[in-house]
């Protein structure tokens, strides 16, 4: 039996300090990660503190259409 739309998703993160302040110039890229989520349990986007390799530093990653 098929069950319908599953729960789990899969959704990308993307460093909202790279995407607001431009790449910066001395590397360039943007820090994306894929990870899954509930649809059922967070309706809503999804914002978790992740490390970004061009910022150097831990930022907020918020997810993105595909």
Not at 51 to 59: I, L, Q, S, W
């Given at each position: 039996m098929a069950k319908g739309k599953d729960a789990r998703i899969p959704v990308l993160l993307e460093c909202t300090a790279c995407v607001r302040n431009g790449v910066n110039k001395k590397s360039t890229g943007i820090s994306?990660?894929?990870t899954q989520k509930n649809r059922h349990n967070t309706p809503n986007r999804l914002e978790l503190l992740k490390?970004?390799?061009?910022?150097?530093?831990?930022?907020i990653h918020g997810e993105i259409k595909k």
């Open positions: 994306r990660y894929i490390f970004c390799p061009y910022c150097y530093k831990h930022t």
